[in-house]
């Protein structure tokens, strides 16, 4: 039997995380001639990412204009050549990128199915985030294969009409890459876990203006309330993060505004959080791993399960909200403690190898072999529950 031919098409910092260990155990297959193809869309970020998970990209493309209204409509039309030249069997996608629904896109115009990594996450509002949530009802559409990190997103894309034998849940590969990067690089916790830093991150577009200089303002009174406690902010390079950053946190002591940290630092950073304030999507999947209390600043997250697990709390952008919901986990050791008990709910560090399985369905190329147990329950935290990946922090 011939090799088939698999893309994976990635561009974004996120996307590479997340699908670096499906890029290696696809590898493992002899059945796949595995590319990667990068496209761009981010610039050093994506190329430190790389060289973190140690890929060298099959093709790389020319990133054209400024605005990604620009930038989709180059990569469309350099994956277009490069699929017709390459006749691929299968193109790997993940999450909400630009990147990822061009790939789709692209796949799709030229029936080759579309395999979409972390599908059926939704807030069921356009608006937020904006254009993640657009991009990833529209890639469900096309898709042949949805990979859903957990039970919640399964049922999801079921309410949507998505026949049930076109989806296999997983887990996340977020977690498979944490395991790996903590075992290669040794990071782990290095004092109690009531001890550390308040890590802090805060970027999202829909926050922009007045929701992110209250969430500014919380994080001055916070550090003001506790002035023997270090916060660390990476600050997004955007002007429209960086000013108010700067405004109002940048002559605090104890507040240390950093410029954005690669993989292997945000790690270290998480593992040795007290706590985290976030808008981040990855971080909440990623904080369970080192049991940090995570608060969302954000009003919705397309990762309730976190919360539902209760190691995350949605406390919103506001700078009440913030400030009353840090002083509780600060001030009262029993529930921070209670929100650091819980094992991560987005996977078991085998994710790569369920879309392994799955994908060798799809292509006819499933051997007589024990398989993986299928995630099911609320969160996938049934099989949480039994494997803690990180042990307690």
């Not at 001639?33 to 099959?58: E, K, N, S, Y």
């Not at 859903?148 to 977020?174: H, S, W």
């Not at 303002?217 to 000013?243: C, E, S």
């Not at 969302?296 to 009440?320: D, F, H, K, N, S």
């Amino acid at each position: 039997m011939s090799q088939r031919t698999i893309a994976i098409v990635a561009g974004t910092r996120p996307e590479i995380i997340k699908l670096a260990p499906v890029y290696r155990t696809l590898r493992m297959s002899d059945d796949m001639d595995v590319r990667w193809i990068h496209t761009g869309q981010h610039a050093d970020m994506a190329w430190d990412m790389l060289r973190c998970f140690g890929i060298v990209p099959d093709a790389q493309l020319h990133r054209t204009g400024t605005t990604l209204e620009e930038f989709s409509t180059g990569c469309r039309t350099q994956l277009d050549v490069l699929r017709s030249r390459e006749a691929w069997d299968a193109c790997v996608v993940q999450g909400d990128t630009e990147s990822a629904f061009v790939g789709a896109l692209s796949s799709f115009y030229g029936r080759v199915p579309v395999v979409h990594v972390e599908a059926g996450l939704r807030t069921r509002d356009l608006e937020r985030p904006f254009p993640e949530e657009g991009i990833r009802q529209m890639i469900s559409r096309i898709a042949a294969l949805h990979l859903a990190p957990t039970e919640r997103a399964r049922q999801a894309l079921l309410a949507e009409g998505v026949e049930p034998q076109r989806i296999r849940v997983t887990g996340n590969t977020v977690v498979d890459a944490q395991l790996w990067v903590c075992s290669l690089y040794g990071i782990r916790r290095q004092q109690g876990p009531d001890r550390g830093h308040i890590l802090v991150t805060a970027h999202r577009r829909e926050h922009w203006g007045r929701d992110m200089e209250e969430t500014f303002h919380a994080v001055a009174d916070i550090a003001a309330a506790y002035p023997a406690t270090h916060v660390l902010f990476p600050v997004h390079l955007n002007p429209a993060v960086q000013k108010p950053a700067r405004e109002i946190l940048g002559r605090l002591p104890n507040v240390s505004l950093v410029a954005p940290l690669d993989y292997l630092g945000m790690q270290r950073a998480l593992a040795n959080a007290r706590l985290l304030l976030t808008d981040s999507g990855g971080l909440q999947e990623e904080a369970p791993t080192f049991h940090v209390p995570t608060l969302v600043l954000r009003r919705e997250t397309e990762r309730p399960e976190a919360v539902e697990a209760g190691c995350a709390e949605l406390v919103g952008p506001g700078r009440a909200d913030i400030v009353a919901a840090t002083r509780r986990l600060m001030d009262d050791p029993d529930a921070a403690a209670a929100m650091r008990d819980v094992a991560n709910p987005f996977g078991d560090g085998h994710a790569a190898e369920r879309v392994l399985q799955a994908m060798q369905e799809l292509l006819g190329l499933q051997r007589a072999r024990p398989q993986l147990q299928v995630l099911r329950g609320v969160g996938a935290g049934a099989v949480a529950a039994r494997h803690q990946p990180h042990g307690r922090a």
